[in-house]
């Protein structure tokens, strides 16, 4: 069993910073694609940032230049660091990763309970 716990979430001032933080627990062999995603109310579900275990990363358009993506491997974590954050960032952000459990087994998915992130003076 896997479980991924998310921190970090809150109140913050539009201009402000918030870091998340991800980390995953359980039976890992490995862990590959960590990626943040973030939901509005009546919207869809959407893909934030990405980073590899290589540490390529990915980030939408939305938050490119304000948002940055970090993990350490050693710890099975995956951190988010918002800056200059805007009343439009307001979501339930939820973590992913793509983990091994075993070594017959191909990566499933696995997801965070997720943790808001309101943005308003």
């Known amino acids: 069993q896997v479980q991924l716990v998310e921190s970090g979430g809150g109140l913050v001032q539009p201009g402000g910073s918030l870091r998340l933080s991800c980390a995953a627990s359980?039976?890992?062999?490995?862990?590959?694609?960590m990626g943040w995603y973030r939901q509005a109310p009546g919207k869809q579900r959407e893909l934030v940032a990405s980073?590899?275990?290589?540490?390529?990363?990915y980030y939408a358009d939305s938050v490119k230049g304000r948002f940055t993506i970090s993990r350490d491997n050693a710890k099975n974590t995956v951190y988010l660091q918002m800056n200059s954050l805007k009343p439009e960032d307001t979501a339930v952000y939820f973590c992913?990763?793509?983990?091994?459990?075993?070594?017959?087994?191909?990566?499933?998915?696995?997801w965070g309970q997720g943790t808001q992130v309101t943005v308003s003076s």
């Open positions: 992913k990763f793509g983990v091994k459990v075993t070594m017959i087994r191909p990566l499933s998915d696995y």
């Open positions: 980073i590899t275990s290589g540490g390529s990363t």
């Open positions: 359980g039976s890992i062999l490995s862990i590959g694609i």
